[in-house]
């Protein structure tokens, strides 16, 4: 099963001249949590109350705003299916978040969603667009501007609801699809980075629960070279170093080295090291797959 999914709400309320049904584009994170626009289902910046959902080609699935951000730039949402008849997919490889931590610039991107450009007149169908993030673009609004290489032809709003689409580098979901900005000949898509909003306690609350782990936010650049992070899938995976089910005992004294013999728990401060990275420095900090560490591919 993929994980994109059409969004649609009931605008009741709505201006004249605004449709009532707004239209855009989802992404399944795990359980039943689908990420996606705000502007989507909180037109008005308050939840709508009729949401639906549909996975590929099946039945419209009730669903609800569960958190939502929509101030300035920041346009997210997530939502949970409601639907008491839908069987939770389950998936082999948990959702992995990532940031672009160099300023190197064509960092090839995907984003797939289901703009107006491919609607018929009972369906809409889905367009995976292609092209590549300038980290130099849009600094100073902290957003990243998406440079398709297959945009909709023509005038008009052929991306209208493409909004809410995940956008992946590398494997790793890096923004959300909010706006088709006018002066690019619809060959530009701004996305909210995930960095925006993974933080916000309300957030990682619902992605812990519904995924299991907290959201972490890994560098794009180095997708290749880190070990994935993920749960621990058995009683035995809680012994795993990055898992760190146990907390270090505060310790008053601090130190600028560490060494030990093997069987000391190298590997645990290791990784306590990348999580303070991650967490209160910023680093691009992470841990190299183990295959590297053997001489394996690399």
């Not at 649609?8 to 996606?36: E, F, N, V």
Request: proline share 9%.
């Amino acid at each position: 099963m993929r994980r994109q999914v059409e969004v649609y709400a009931d605008w009741r309320d709505h201006p004249p001249g605004q449709a009532r049904w707004t239209c855009g584009s989802g992404y399944l994170l795990g359980g039943r949590l689908i990420l996606t626009a705000a502007h989507v289902a909180c037109p008005a910046g308050q939840p709508l109350m009729t949401v639906r959902v549909r996975a590929e080609s099946g039945p419209l699935l009730a669903a609800q705003v569960a958190w939502h951000r929509y101030e300035g730039d920041v346009d997210v949402a997530l939502l949970v299916v409601t639907e008491p008849t839908w069987v939770v997919p389950v998936w082999r490889h948990p959702v992995r978040w990532g940031r672009l931590v160099t300023t190197r610039g064509s960092q090839a991107c995907e984003a797939t969603g289901y703009p107006k450009v491919v609607a018929e007149p009972r369906r809409r169908d889905s367009h995976h667009a292609v092209g590549v993030i300038n980290p130099g673009s849009l600094v100073k609004a902290g957003l990243y501007a998406v440079e398709v290489s297959n945009p909709p032809a023509g005038p008009g709003t052929g991306w209208a609801g493409m909004s809410g689409a995940a956008v992946l580098c590398q494997g790793l979901v890096v923004g959300v699809v909010t706006v088709d900005p006018a002066g690019f000949g619809s060959r530009r898509l701004v996305t909210v980075p995930v960095t925006a909003v993974t933080s916000d306690p309300g957030f990682r609350q619902l992605v812990t629960e519904h995924i299991g782990r907290a959201p972490v936010v890994e560098p794009v650049e180095l997708a290749r070279l880190c070990e994935p992070v993920r749960a621990a899938e058995s009683p035995a995976g809680l012994l795993r170093a990055d898992v760190a089910e146990t907390p270090f005992r505060p310790d008053p004294d601090s130190s600028s080295c560490s060494s030990g013999a093997g069987g000391r728990s190298g590997p645990r401060l290791g990784w306590w090291w990348v999580r303070v990275g991650r967490a209160r420095l910023a680093w691009p900090a992470t841990s190299p797959r183990s295959s590297l560490a053997r001489g394996g591919p690399q």
